[in-house]
Nanobody
C-alpha cells in the first residue's frame, strides 16, 4: 500500500495551497494530515472519515484549512488558505483501515499507513 502525497511548494504568507493524497489500490476508513516543522514534533493537522466525511481539525488551522474526500477519484485533499509562516513544515498523509471515532482522529497511533511527505514553505 502506498500513499502518494502531492501539492506542496513555496507560497507567500496569506496564499493558498492544495495538498492531495491518493492511496494506491484501496480505500481506507480514515485519512489524516500531519505535519512536522524543523526541530519540532510531528503534529496533527486535519482528518476525515471516509464513510461520512466527518472532519476534525487542529485548533491552529480551524477556519483556514479544509479537508475533503473525492469518492470518484479516491483521493483526499487538504485545501490550505491564509497560510502563515508557522505553517511551514513537511506534511504527511496518513490512513487507516478503521473508521475511527472522532476522538481518535487526531492520534498518530490511529494510523497504520503513512505517505512520504510533501514540503510546504510559507514565506513571510
Amino acid at each position: 500500500v502506498q500513499l502518494q502525497a502531492s501539492g506542496g511548494g513555496l507560497v507567500q504568507a496569506g496564499g493558498s495551497l492544495r495538498l492531495s493524497c491518493a492511496p494506491s489500490g484501496r480505500t481506507f476508513g480514515t485519512y489524516g494530515w500531519f505535519r512536522q516543522a524543523p526541530g519540532k514534533e510531528r503534529e496533527f493537522v486535519a482528518a476525515i472519515r471516509w464513510s461520512d466525511g466527518h472532519p476534525k481539525y487542529a485548533d491552529s488551522v480551524k477556519g483556514r484549512f479544509v479537508i475533503s474526500r473525492d469518492k470518484a477519484q479516491n483521493t483526499v485533499a487538504l485545501q490550505m488558505s491564509s497560510l502563515k509562516a508557522e505553517d511551514t513544515a513537511v506534511y504527511y498523509c496518513a490512513a487507516d483501515s478503521r473508521s475511527w471515532i472522532i476522538g481518535a482522529l487526531s492520534r498518530q497511533n490511529s494510523y497504520d499507513y503513512w505517505g512520504q511527505g510533501t514540503q510546504v514553505t510559507v514565506s513571510s
